[in-house]
């Protein structure tokens, strides 16, 4: 049973918000908090908490009021923008919260095409800001997520693009914010907090206080506007359906052996050439490349045959930013290291291998425009109705090949989902100083034995991690419930230790989305 009761000092609370955002703006309705009460994550499906109250506030000062009487009464503040999250971070851990919903603080303030820059508020999405900056010869590359994710929530939680080897995590793409801290305090970061200077720089007077707020989920202030950086775009004023981005190409490689896969994604990361690269899991590529349906179930159903062509499959996405003619200067190049590496450049009019394993409208170079379009990415398609990130280990990129069997062999004896589904992404990030190791899990929301088991899963698979030698560390954004499997680890301990130091200055009464990073 979900719990709707309502606090002894509900109805003078509820009189005070309405004061600041209008009777229009708040509700108490059961149906409402409810639907607040959950995302897709399987933590949030297995113990849903309604907030007792949902507001939606209007600008920073309205927010800023909010805080002060949730700082008042002692009630926790969860925010939640576009709500598309896999984690569990927008949704109360604690009955009586209030739920700030920001979809009112919609607006692009301003796009700066000589500074290269766009000042938006939290639920701008990155469609929102792409259909725009393209007008004016600009983007800010699109995450490896639905084209509804907010951009400032997807920068602060983590920033993940396509385009990482060359952009690097979109958190370095803060110029400056405006924050409003748990205890009803507003701060400026970078350049703005100078009236009168602008907002062009992400350093400001002092400590640069920007890095407080990125990856603490929430748990450290609101982010109500955002100054963030955009970068040359090349592909026209608008994007067709089913076409990519003109002057540009990509290129898909197939290698036999993962190690011949590796050493190319290290090559291909120095040569500084790519836009986007790389190693597309077979699923994804199955389901998300061709342009039809009936293609996917076609190549699914010849999945064994296909699967040596495109088990170790390679995106190499290059643009002619320069010039076209850099275009071709990059094939080359990427050619040389395919050839170099014994790989195996897919020309589907060219190749070699038997075409009955193909669909004739089967040309990744021709149908993928995930890289540059804001758009339903296939990696979070539903196949059994709920998706989770099982991992988001940061590592050098020669150890993903280990990382990979570790998380394959140890969910060989899980419950999770069909055997056949599982495969993990490689995502060079800063011309391949690191890698992006990531495994995808599909459960049915609708089973708590299924949400219980990608929990479990989560739990053993860091756990033998850190048993393991030469893998890699615990990603530092995780709920809180990781907490329980990295809290041995001195590193993390500090970390934790320190994390409570900064928590107890900004939200001395621990009313800002509690629990989701300390308890």
């Known amino acids: 049973m979900i719990d709707l009761s309502l606090s002894d000092k509900h109805l003078e609370v509820y009189s005070k918000l309405e004061q600041i955002v209008g009777k229009e703006y708040i509700s108490d309705d059961p149906s409402i908090r409810i639907v607040h009460s959950r995302d897709q994550s399987p933590f949030a499906n297995l113990k849903p908490i309604p907030p007792e109250y949902v507001v939606l506030p209007e600008n920073t000062e309205q927010i800023q009021e909010i805080m002060k009487i949730s700082n008042e009464y002692k009630i926790p503040v969860v925010i939640q923008n576009t709500g598309v999250n896999a984690s569990g971070a927008c949704v109360p851990e604690e009955t009586g919260s209030i739920l700030m919903h920001l979809r009112r603080l919609n607006q692009i303030i301003e796009i700066d095409d000589l500074n290269m820059s766009a000042t938006i508020q939290p639920y701008v999405s990155y469609a929102d800001l792409q259909v725009e900056t393209m007008k004016k010869g600009l983007w800010l590359p699109s995450p490896a997520a639905p084209s509804t994710v907010g951009v400032i929530s997807n920068m602060l939680f983590c920033g993940m693009t396509w385009c990482m080897v060359k952009y690097g995590y979109e958190r370095r793409s803060i ?42 989920i929430g748990e450290l202030g609101i982010c109500t506007e955002m100054t963030v950086k955009l970068y040359p775009w090349v592909g026209g004023s608008q994007l067709k359906p089913g076409e990519l981005a003109e002057n540009t190409k990509i290129l898909t490689i197939s290698f036999r052996k993962g190690e011949r896969m590796i050493k190319a994604l290290q090559e291909l990361s120095r040569a500084n050439i790519a836009v986007a690269l790389t190693k597309m899991p077979l699923v994804w590529s199955i389901m998300g490349i061709p342009k039809y349906l009936e293609t996917s179930k076609k190549m699914w159903e010849k999945k064994e045959q296909i699967e040596p062509i495109m088990n170790y499959f390679v995106f190499v996405c290059i643009q002619g930013i320069t010039s076209e003619k850099q275009i071709e200067y990059c094939e080359k190049i990427v050619r040389q290291i395919a050839k170099e590496t014994r790989g195996m450049v897919i020309d589907p009019e060219t190749m070699s291998l038997p075409l009955d394993q193909f669909d004739p409208d089967f040309k990744p170079e021709e149908n993928l425009s995930e890289f540059f379009r804001a758009k339903i990415s296939p990696r979070i398609m539903r196949f059994k109705g709920g998706f989770m990130p099982a991992f988001f280990p940061q590592e050098p990129i020669e150890n993903a090949l280990k990382s990979a069997e570790l998380m394959e062999n140890t969910l060989k004896d899980s ?88 928590k107890n200055l900004f939200d001395p009464n621990r009313i800002m989305n509690p629990g989701k990073w300390l308890k």
């Not at 701060?187 to 009236?195: D, E, H, N």
């Not at 993990?424 to 599909?442: K, Y």
């Not at 850190?466 to 995780?478: A, G, L, V």
Request: with cysteine; proline share 8%; charged share 20%.
């Open 175 to 216: 110029i400056c914010m405006t924050w409003v801290t748990p205890k009803g305090e507003i701060i400026k970061t970078g350049s703005s907090a100078v009236g009168n200077v602008g907002k062009f720089w992400w350093n400001g007077p002092g400590p640069d206080l920007k890095g407080i707020l990125t990856g603490a």
């Open 415 to 502: 419950p999770i989902y069909p055997q056949d589904l599982f495969s993990s992404c490689v995502v060079p990030v800063d011309m391949g100083h690191f890698g992006l190791h990531e495994l995808d899990i599909f459960y049915d929301q609708n089973s708590p034995e299924e949400l219980k088991a990608c929990l479990d899963f989560a739990v053993k698979v860091q756990r033998l991690s850190q048993s393991e030698q030469d893998t890699w560390p615990p990603h530092s954004e995780w709920r809180s419930y990781h907490w329980d499997v990295v809290k041995d680890i001195p590193e993390f301990a500090i970390l934790k230790s320190k994390s409570e130091k900064i």
